[in-house]
């Protein structure tokens, strides 16, 4: 058959459809983007909460912990001497790692990760720390999370509900996922400078042989 007898097989649209199926498709997309990041990028914004120091700073730790952990409260109060002592020559980056065997543990993590949202995460980790003694024994330890982020200053509203999503829960247990690949099996688990150290004693070794201080004398593990 000649080609001029042969029908075209591609449906004809006027141009006002085609423009109107056109900014169909394009809405249709920019809602699903905003649908699918939304929770992305507020974790995106809770990691860089995250984060303190000079991330240019030669001492680059990853920390990984568990806020029911007394290790983690010891090594975190450490790590905040260092970056106080030491402006600028140290860059924090603190990321969840909560154990199953700790029943307040996601918990904690969950107001931790929504405090993060507000701009709140320093305050909140000093105290959820500073108080883990009086929480950790409790059958219901949610009221003393509650009073935390009360006393911390952040909107407990709008926390209670960031804590009732699950996407706050998968986003945690995806950070722990990427910590159980990297070989964390347990806390504190600490990357400096892109080398793993379990425990507080090996971490403030390593700091304080990077930054040329004096190793500090105490029995911790």
Not at 70 to 95: D, M, R, S
Not at 173 to 197: R, W
Request: charged share 20%; proline share 6%.
């Amino acid at each position: 058959m000649p080609p001029s007898s042969k029908k075209s097989l591609t449906p004809r649209f006027s141009k006002p459809l085609v423009a109107a199926i056109i900014l169909v498709a394009a809405a249709g997309s920019i809602f699903l983007a905003k649908y699918v990041l939304w929770g992305r990028v507020g974790a995106q914004d809770s990691i860089a909460a995250r984060a303190a120091g000079d991330p240019k700073a030669a001492v680059h730790i990853v920390e990984y912990l568990d806020f029911q952990c007394p290790a983690c409260a010891y090594g975190a109060k450490q790590i905040h001497n260092y970056l106080e002592t030491f402006p600028g020559k140290i860059y924090l980056e603190v990321k969840y790692f909560p154990l199953g065997g700790h029943v307040h543990s996601m918990g904690a993590t969950k107001y931790a990760q929504c405090s993060a949202r507000q701009g709140k995460f320093w305050p909140y980790l000093s105290t959820v720390f500073e108080r883990q003694a009086q929480w950790k024994g409790l059958f219901d330890a949610q009221p003393a999370f509650v009073q935390i982020i009360k006393d911390i200053g952040a909107d407990a509203n709008k926390i209670q509900s960031c804590v009732a999503n699950d996407d706050i829960r998968k986003e945690i247990m995806a950070e722990k996922d990427a910590g159980v690949a990297l070989g964390i099996q347990s806390t504190p688990t600490y990357f400096i400078n892109g080398k793993m150290f379990v425990g507080v004693k090996p971490m403030m070794e390593e700091v304080e042989r990077l930054l040329g201080a004096v190793p500090t004398q105490q029995n911790v593990k």
